[in-house]
């Protein structure tokens, strides 16, 4: 079981596939309790940032920098150590519980498998198990951990991949997209069970309104870097970032027969983000001087971007 109190320090994360470079010095800290978003579209890298904390990266893919929680890396540790970190130290909740649930075990066998691989003995694994589920707010947890996953809602497989990601008191749970596949009424209890539960949260997703609901400060994520991050309230009523600007602008509600705003352009492929700042062939504010990377800076509030929105 991870110490509480320990922060997630991460610094310099970068991970690639042969000469590409997916996610590109990427750093943040994680405080104990605190609540942070990671956001960005589809392909910027936050998925990958998430695999590489927890070890899961595939096999012709490989991540350098350093990522600590308390005093245990993440990265660039063997194998057999990445087993012990995972499900004990850091957690993690995916987007579609059926893929990542075993069709052919109980629901209950499956919380107690990871109490048991990290040292728990069975009979009190499978008590535990019990109260795990009974813990997400499960109705009738003994009945549900006799069940099978595809006997169970949506919404009920969710709280049980939160369980299984609790079990060993973890420092640090890694959330993503978790709440995608639920109707709206189902995602808000489990967004409010899991801001509730998580001793230390990264959540991952592409809904500004979820991650304000649950989180107190924000990453934006675009070209494999953190392109601004700071507290939610001021990042969303005052962004910085031309990015983040445009992503702002395209969620809000529009007047009928006026056009919604977007962010011109697509997303480029994996590793063919233009060098400079990664965001200047899609923005409208670009000069010359974008052909050279901007730094992330600033107090709190930070942001890379030369010609930041007022």
Known sequence: ??????????????????????????????????????????????????????????????????????????VGVPENRVKDLRGRDVSMVFQEPMTALNPLMRVGAQVAEVMTLHGTPRHEARERAVAMLERVRLPEPGQVA???????????????????????GPGLLICDEPTTALDVTVQKQMLELIAEVAPALLFITHDLAVVASVCERVLVMYGGRVVESGPIREVFTRPRHRYTEGLLAASKLTPRGTRLPTVQGSVPSAGQFPDGCVFRNRCPHATPTCETAPALTGDGHAFACWHPAD
């Open 146 to 168: 006799r069940a099978y996953p595809h006997q169970l809602s949506g919404g009920q497989r969710q709280r049980v991949m939160l369980a299984i990601a609790l079990a060993n």
């Open 1 to 74: 079981m991870s110490d509480p109190v320990s922060t997630l320090r991460v610094e310099g994360l970068t991970v690639r596939a042969e000469s590409l470079e997916l996610v590109r010095e990427v750093s943040f800290t994680i405080a104990p309790g605190e609540r942070v978003g990671l956001i960005g579209e589809s392909g910027s890298g936050k998925s990958l940032t998430a695999l590489s904390l927890m070890g899961l990266l595939p096999e012709a893919v490989t991540a350098s920098g350093t990522a600590r929680l308390g005093d245990r890396d993440l």
